[in-house]
């Protein structure tokens, strides 16, 4: 058994590396290396039992996924998100029991409400991998997640249903209450646990103590809603949501650090392992097929589950747009091209392949049901993941943009940096000599760093940019020092160890290095009014052609990156060089917003607020 994990985690680690030489996403090439494992003969069986996915893989990897996800992005798109994750699942169930029944009448309203309950949620790992990978617009990718986090939990409420109705008989209105106390005790579950992690996680100073609350809590948030009959998804998503909101309060650094790391870890080797063990069951699956219909129908059958799950999610999708459009003012409406992407990214994984097994294996052509399962994974996977990055380069949708990212957090830093300078203020004058002059250094070198990620002088490099290559060389010769002196054995092994860590962290707080080739980021800002009344009062102007910083000239002076000032057009150059001469410039006339003056650039800045627009 332990030599069956090694091998599955070797493999995953081999899948996921092969996926980055071929520029696949790493599930496709993960299913195709477990589906041709399976039918070699030296391959044990694995079985993929629901109890194993339900309670031991789908906690663990929506409990990774809520605890980084925006509790107010969220809220801000939460009509989609309750659309796609409750309303279109419903609408699913339905539309492939409907069609189900009509290809196969033997198959009961039961069964075949059952298998549309089993394909119709979207994968969260699916869809956040192909995502990932082609770099959709962040409000998709929101919605996306979204939906994935919460549609599993409206599924297996309606499996739940319909395989109570295989072996007896069932009402609506028993079906909607039972959906109501899922749904419902799930979210009180997931407020109980998130409030009693996050009461006790203040008293806790311990990083390992922490980390290992942090693991035990998507067990105990399902296991303790699947008891009250409730659903154990809801409460995973509730409490990771809330506790993920309030880890920057209630949590220290170190543990914060820790366990984002450590569950990035852990949901890479979960994820790609779910791939893989989806692969594996191919041989099983297929080897299981023993019905008495012909294979023409065998096959019409899967494909027409499939086409229906993929039209069912367009339509809906499209519909929906459609009847938002005639709710809002045009200026207010999404693009028809993002309406049209996220009805493509439908793709299936681990929940369906799980699901289907708690169907009854005694109903009529059951092995069909794993196989039409199995044919609906795959095929939204390799049919709309590969070909959804071809969709998105045909309407064109912009993938989200970095150089805005840049600025925000360019900006967010400074008003972050403004704060604590503050606070410095506050601060007692009789503090040791230099030390408050040594934090605002600090603070305004990593400031300085920030804005240098936008567009500086072509040819040059940053200042924090080498600064970091020139620090990283230093604590390489630093470490081979040490290295060199703990092979003496001269001095105690935890004193070195500490030492090594030192260095260690403080090469992690380097900012990363930009990649040669990489272009420079040029941030458009948003062109119209801004956030106060100076930005609004100086729209953007076109800047001069091959702007100079003429006091930096006459000073013989280096010039990081250029600023025009929109009220007489100066331009001067940006506090990461040497003469700070646009924030001079403010100083001197009181002139209150000056503008990028770097190529494709058109983001101002308000000296007055201190706010970007």
Known sequence: MVLLLVCLVVAVLAGAALSERLRLPAPMVLIVLGALASFLPFVPDIELSPEIVLFGLLPPLLYSTAIQTSIIDIRANIGSVASLSVALVVATTLAVGAIVHVIAPDIGWPVALALGAVVAPPDAVSASAVARRIGLPRQIVTVLEGES???????????????????????????????????????????????????????????????????????????????????????????????????????????????????????????????????????????????????????????????????????????????????????????????????????????????????????????????????????????????????????????????????????????????????????????????????????????????????????????SDAYARIRRRMIAAERARVIAIRGKGKFPSHVVQDVLNTLDYEESMLEPPVESSAEPFAAIGSREGGFCEELTAYPSQPSPEAPVCQRCVDEGTHTVALRMCLECGEIGCCDSSVGRHATEHFHRTGHPVMQSAEPGESWRWCYVHRITA
């Open 149 to 463: 986090l919460l549609n599993d939990a409206t599924a297996l409420v309606a499996l739940r249903a319909a395989t109570a109705a295989i072996g007896g008989a069932v009402t609506a209105g028993g079906i909607g209450l039972e959906f109501l106390i899922a749904a419902g005790g799930g979210v009180l579950v997931g407020l109980a646990v998130a409030f009693v992690v996050v009461k006790v996680r203040p008293l806790i100073h311990d990083t390992l103590i922490d980390m290992g609350i942090s693991f035990v809590v998507p067990f105990a948030a399902y296991l303790i809603a699947e008891s009250f009959e409730a659903s154990g998804v809801i409460a995973v998503v509730v409490a990771g949501l809330l506790i993920g909101h309030k880890a920057p309060v209630v949590q220290t650094s170190g543990s914060r650090i820790t366990e984002r790391l450590t569950w990035a870890t852990a949901a890479f080797l979960l994820e790609h392992a779910v791939f893989l063990l989806i692969g594996l069951q191919a041989a099983t699956i297929v080897a299981g097929v023993n019905d008495d219909m012909s294979l023409g129908a065998v096959i019409g059958f899967c494909a027409a589950v499939l086409a229906t799950v993929i039209l069912v999610r367009v339509l809906w999708v499209c519909a929906r747009q459609f009847i938002r459009n005639l709710r809002v003012p045009h200026t207010e409406r999404q693009p028809w091209s993002h309406a049209i992407v996220t009805s493509w990214a439908g793709m299936r994984g681990v929940v369906t392949i799980a699901a289907v097994f708690v169907i009854p294996p005694s109903v009529p052509h059951y092995d069909i049901l794993v196989l039409a399962a199995l044919t609906v994974v795959l095929g939204t996977l390799y049919v709309q993941g590969l070909t959804l990055p071809l969709l998105t380069r045909l309407l064109k949708v912009k993938p989200a943009d970095p150089a805005e990212d840049a600025l925000a957090r360019a900006t967010l830093i400074h008003q972050a940096g403004e704060a604590g300078m503050k606070e410095l203020g506050e601060c007692a004058a009789q503090e040791p000599p230099g030390v408050r002059e040594a934090i605002r250094e600090r603070i305004e070198e990593r400031s300085f760093a920030a804005w240098e990620r936008l567009s500086t002088t072509p040819g040059h490099e940053a200042p």
